[in-house]
């Protein structure tokens, strides 16, 4: 046990600390000074080791390796060929086939429209579309030039259309093949031409009306092109075949064809050369009269076919650019105009029929007369006439006409007008068509009944008011108007007796004799009996009449066997002048032409006598 001094153990000492004074900052402790940290000693570096000796792969591993995954790329390929041949081979193929198959349409001949002779008023005839591969032109304003030697036209345009890199376009289409041979001898390169045909109208403006047009796609939009777009179109075909790269077919390809079924030519009952005639006739008489249109109508009332159906002014289907849109409807089925004196026929038809008064059953005509608080008059101021009543006819006596309705009912009369065909469509089957107006019994006001006895009120197209008279024509049937020639023949209904029938038409006899209002009517060697009327043009913005007519004449040849109806209408002519004055000459040569052009023998009776009162008052 030592005795010396004990070491006090290690741990923290603690010192007293001295007080320091109040308000005295304490000092900041020295740091104490440490020891440098003593360095490890560097290691030696070690000795390299001794270099291995190289040891060779096995060349059998390696090569097994190797064939191992050539067997899985194998099998991958096998696998992938597998599923591509025998799985989904065909759907691949048939994939193949659809990328490089295209289908073209063959289209169908359109076939022609011609007249009752068999004499084309439309038809088609071949022509070619030139195309061009763009890329291929050489020069394109040299070859515009070359192409527009031929065909006409605007060099700069057919240049622009050269000019691109577009392996397919349209240089201009619808020339002659003629023209394409032309061409095609120059040897222009990217330059060829692709088969079409052309619509075409060997009559001009003949007809136009009636056959109508068709669009740039080839289908009809106006007349029988429209309304036989079904029968003339036929039907298409096509071609489906495979193709190569550049479009050209590829030889020995299979290929599908179905042929086109062509159209059916439509055969219509008008006659070119009485359309041609009449046609010619009244663009003479609206030129002459200054008037805005005109329409005529020629036919057989014992078939009811129409022979011609004319409006003026008219357009031609070979040159629709330079056609005004007014004049390619047909006027004689879409306008609709009071006919005036012309109706007068069916009131007479009426009174007679129904026993209301004979052809010689006399009345006293006033100067005037007083009915639903209006006042009538003829169209010249007269005294008090007794006249009979075929003298009323012939003389177009408005007042003498109202005295005959009133011995029937307003009922009958009402009937008898429908039962002419008032109100109602024709049936011709050609669009565009206007119904014409008949104002209801129960919407009549006091003045409506007799108004509507010489012919205002109510409204009609030309092939209407021309059908009441072929009814009279025809013996008091009528028949069902056709303009196609394949429509059956139909009777309509019987309107009136024979014997009313043959009465009416020799009534009208007079009106073309020199007492009558319409001698300039009159056809030499024939007789003939018809209607006049000037009746007034009623403006749609104000519902009133504007002071313009309508003249018109109607009538029938062979009085004692008619043949033939012609209906002439001048819409609003700038001479005055009455409708026996502007329409009866227009008859006249019509008629004329087309019983000769008919072969009618002429008349071999005389006029009839059943009137006995004629004076020389005029109305119409």
């Given at each position: 046990m030592s005795?010396?001094?004990?070491t006090?153990p290690r ?9 320091r ?9 020295s740091p104490?000074?440490?020891?440098p940290?003593?360095r ?5 570096p070690?000795p390299?080791r001794?270099?291995k ?5 096995n ?15 194998i099998t991958?390929?096998?696998?992938r060929l597998?599923?591509?041949?025998a ?8 994939a193949a ?8 349409a063959v289209?169908?001949q359109?076939a022609d429209?011609v007249?009752?002779?068999g ?5 088609t005839v ?8 763009q890329t291929?032109?050489v020069d394109p304003?040299?070859?515009?030039q070359?192409?527009v ?5 605007d060099?700069?345009?057919?240049a622009?259309r050269l ?6 376009a349209?240089?201009?289409k619808d020339?002659?093949?003629?023209q ?6 120059l040897?222009?390169?990217g330059?060829?031409?692709e088969?079409?045909?052309r619509r ?5 403006d003949?007809?136009a009306?009636v056959?109508?047009?068709v669009?740039g796609?080839?289908?009809g939009?106006a ?6 777009e079904?029968q ?9 075949y495979e193709?190569?790269?550049?479009g050209?077919a590829?030889?020995g ?5 179905e042929d086109?079924?062509?159209?059916s ?8 050369d009485?359309?041609?005639v009449a ?7 609206v030129a002459t009269?200054?008037a ?9 009332p014992r078939?009811?076919?129409?022979l ?8 031609d ?8 849109e007014?004049n390619l ?8 105009f ?5 109706s007068k026929?069916i009131?007479?038809?009426a009174v007679?029929?129904?026993g ?12 005037t ?10 169209a ?5 006439y ?5 003298t009323?006819?012939?003389q177009?006596?408005n007042?003498g006409?109202?005295?005959?309705a ?5 009922a009958t009369l ?5 039962r002419?065909?008032?109100?109602e ?14 104002p209801p ?5 006091a ?18 008011i ?6 009279i024509?025809?013996?008091?049937v009528?028949m069902?108007?056709r303009i196609?020639?394949?429509a059956?023949?139909?009777e309509?209904?019987?309107v009136?007796s024979?014997r009313t029938a043959?009465q009416?038409r020799?009534?009208l006899?007079?009106?073309v004799?020199d007492?009558?209002?319409?001698p ?13 009327g000037?009746?007034?043009v009623i ?6 009449y504007?002071g313009t007519t309508?003249?018109s004449?109607i ?8 043949e033939?109806?012609?209906?002439v209408?001048?819409?609003?002519p700038t ?7 502007l329409?009866?000459?227009v008859?006249?040569e019509?008629?004329?032409y ?5 072969r ?5 009776s ?11 008052a005029t109305?119409?």
């Amino acid at each position: 046990m030592s005795t010396g001094t004990r070491t006090p153990p290690r741990g923290p000492s603690k010192r007293p600390t001295a007080k320091r004074p109040s308000g005295s900052q304490s000092r900041p402790a020295s740091p104490r000074p440490r020891k440098p940290a003593a360095r490890r000693p560097a290691t030696p570096p070690r000795p390299p080791r001794p270099a291995k000796p190289l040891r060779l792969g096995n060349p059998k591993r390696r090569a097994g390796i190797l064939l191992v995954l050539v067997l899985i790329v194998i099998t991958i390929f096998a696998g992938r060929l597998l599923e591509i041949q025998a799985l989904r081979g065909d759907a691949l193929a048939a994939a193949a086939v659809d990328q490089r198959t295209t289908t073209v349409a063959v289209p169908a001949q359109r076939a022609d429209i011609v007249d009752i002779n068999g004499v084309a008023l439309a038809s088609t005839v071949e022509s070619r579309h030139v195309t061009t591969d763009q890329t291929l032109v050489v020069d394109p304003m040299a070859t515009a030039q070359d192409i527009v030697n031929v065909i006409g036209g605007d060099v700069n345009e057919i240049a622009a259309r050269l000019t691109g890199d577009r392996r397919f376009a349209y240089v201009t289409k619808d020339i002659t093949p003629e023209q394409w041979r032309v061409i095609d001898d120059l040897g222009l390169s990217g330059i060829y031409s692709e088969r079409a045909s052309r619509r075409i109208y060997p009559a001009g403006d003949v007809a136009a009306n009636v056959v109508g047009f068709v669009g740039g796609e080839g289908a009809g939009l106006a007349g029988v092109e429209y309304s036989r777009e079904q029968q003339l179109a036929g039907t298409d075909g096509y071609r489906t075949y495979e193709r190569a790269s550049g479009g050209a077919a590829i030889p020995g390809a299979a290929a599908v064809i179905e042929d086109p079924i062509p159209g059916s030519a439509v055969r219509l009952t008008i006659d070119r050369d009485i359309q041609y005639v009449a046609q010619r006739i009244l663009a003479n008489e609206v030129a002459t009269s200054g008037a805005e249109s005109g329409s005529i109508v020629v036919m057989d009332p014992r078939t009811g076919d129409v022979l011609a159906l004319a409006s003026v002014p008219t357009f031609d289907p070979n040159d629709l650019a330079n056609a005004e849109e007014a004049n390619l409807g047909n006027r004689a089925l879409s306008d609709v105009f009071e006919p005036g004196s012309t109706s007068k026929l069916i009131t007479m038809a009426a009174v007679i029929e129904e026993g209301g008064a004979a052809p010689t059953t006399m009345f006293e005509i006033p100067g005037t007369l007083d009915r639903g608080g209006k006042t009538f008059h003829d169209a010249s101021e007269h005294g008090t006439y007794n006249w009979d009543l075929t003298t009323v006819l012939s003389q177009s006596s408005n007042i003498g006409t109202i005295l005959a309705a009133e011995t029937i009912p307003e009922a009958t009369l009402y009937d008898y007008m429908q039962r002419f065909g008032v109100g109602e469509p024709t049936g011709l089957g050609l669009p565009g068509e206007s119904d014409g107006y008949l104002p209801p019994m129960d919407t009549w006001s006091a003045t409506t009944f007799p108004t509507l006895t010489f012919g205002q009120g109510f409204s009609v197209n030309a092939v209407q008011i021309a059908d009441v008279f072929a009814s009279i024509a025809n013996d008091g049937v009528r028949m069902q108007p056709r303009i196609f020639a394949d429509a059956p023949i139909v009777e309509r209904d019987r309107v009136v007796s024979e014997r009313t029938a043959r009465q009416v038409r020799e009534m009208l006899e007079y009106v073309v004799s020199d007492k009558g209002t319409a001698p300039m009517a009159a056809v030499p060697g024939y007789r003939v009996g018809g209607k006049t009327g000037t009746a007034q043009v009623i403006n749609p913005e104000c519902g009133c009449y504007d002071g313009t007519t309508i003249g018109s004449f109607i009538g029938m040849a062979p009085i004692d066997d008619p043949e033939l109806v012609v209906a002439v209408a001048i819409v609003k002519p700038t001479v005055e002048q009455l409708g026996g004055e502007l329409a009866g000459p227009v008859f006249r040569e019509v008629m004329t032409y087309a019983l000769q052009a008919r072969r009618v023998a002429p008349s071999t009776s005389g006029a009839s006598t059943a009137s006995t009162t004629v004076s020389a008052a005029t109305n119409g």
